[in-house]
């Protein structure tokens, strides 16, 4: 786990590079990368994998452990279905937004990006979703190649996420100042009073956090989550810069998320420009230059604005998954005003 922080320049974080590390407070361990600009937005990167055939994934994996271990010997982790392996039915404190693409596979003389296939998931913040398994194991198909990436980012009563290592302090803190602080379905609020809730911990860690009580904006703009289907996005000749396509995919509340996906063919370039906006560039395919920096697949890089980003350069066929949110002084993206 580790928070990196924006202090007026292109942050980039290599996603081949990093373990699943320990909660420490719970039986779990998960990849957690949060990009902190002070300023105005973090983003945390919830996961970014990729699974050829046969490669497998599990959504948490057990403290200390493999996660294929099981109370019950020869049972496969990813069956358990007891208590201690669910997460309850619950809303989410933040914004989510995920993409989950099949690719061919490689040296199959196809495109080594098309024909895709997949979706883009929102979870708007307030919607309910769950119950699933804590250690859900996914297995790379036979057929394809599977790419995932996983963005949070703070829903409206989050100035600014709380991080996980944050989270972390406070439910430390808590433990040491009392042996009743939450239950399987109530906590103690910040003023001592008990209430009920789905996800009782991390409920009682943000009040602890924020020292008030959780507000969700009121209706969600959605009560389900909502999935795009990528395929149904058609491609477009960019049309100021020579060899890239755009797909654009959706535009979310008054200030994002934006989304879209970009195809860089080999040699095609995407000039420097100073940012106007927070985003993430998001490496699902290929091998582009960020500058004269190599940012290969599996490499996200978060910009804020005033950056500078260097002229992007596609060193063979690329794609790109571009997630945007706009300044928060800016109460309306410009995209609903023209």
């Known amino acids: 786990m580790a928070d990196l922080v924006h202090e007026g320049d292109v942050l980039t974080q290599d996603f081949s590079e990093i373990e699943a590390a320990d909660f420490g407070l719970a039986d779990v361990q998960f990849v957690d990368q949060h990009f902190i600009d002070p300023k105005g937005r973090t983003v945390r990167m919830r996961s970014f994998y990729r699974l050829n055939p046969g490669d497998v994934h599990y959504r948490n994996k057990r403290r200390g452990g493999d996660s294929d271990e099981s109370p ?3 049972q496969d982790r990813s069956e358990v279905r007891s208590k201690e392996a669910q997460e309850g039915r619950h809303r989410h404190f933040w914004e989510k937004i995920l993409i989950d693409l099949e690719f061919p596979l490689p040296d199959s003389g196809l495109d080594p990006i098309e024909p895709i296939g997949g979706y883009v998931r929102y979870h708007p913040e307030g919607a309910w979703y769950g119950p699933f398994d804590v250690y ?4 790379g198909p036979d057929d394809r190649v599977i790419v995932h990436c996983h963005l949070h980012t703070e829903g409206s009563a989050y100035r600014p996420l709380q ?3 944050s989270m972390k302090e406070h439910m430390s803190q808590l433990m040491l100042e009392r042996n009743d602080a939450w239950g399987p379905d109530w906590y103690i609020g910040f003023d001592g009073e008990k209430q009920w809730d789905e996800n009782p911990a991390q409920a009682m860690t943000w009040e602890a956090w924020q020292q008030r009580r959780i507000e969700f904006n009121e209706p969600p703009i959605s009560d ?6 990528i395929n149904a996005c058609p491609w477009y000749p960019h049309p100021r810069h020579e060899g890239v396509k755009i797909k654009p995919i959706a535009a979310f509340n008054a200030q994002g ?3 879209s996906l970009l195809r860089l063919e080999a040699g095609a370039s995407l000039p420097a420009s100073v940012m106007r906006d927070h985003r993430i560039y998001a490496v699902l395919a290929g091998n582009v230059l960020l500058g004269d920096e190599p940012a ?5 890089i978060f ?3 005033g950056d500078e980003l260097p002229a992007m350069t596609a060193t063979e066929p690329s794609l790109i998954w571009l997630v945007r949110w706009l300044w928060k002084d800016n109460p309306v993206a410009s995209i609903w005003l023209d």
Do not use: C, F
Not at 296 to 300: M, S, T
């Open 72 to 74: 019950v010997p020869g």
């Open 136 to 139: 859900r194991k996914r297995v």
């Open 163 to 165: 991080t996980i290592s």
């Open 224 to 229: 389900e989550l909502i999935k795009l289907n």
């Open 257 to 259: 998320p934006i989304t």
């Open 296 to 300: 290969k697949e599996r490499v996200a």
């Open 303 to 305: 910009a804020a604005p």
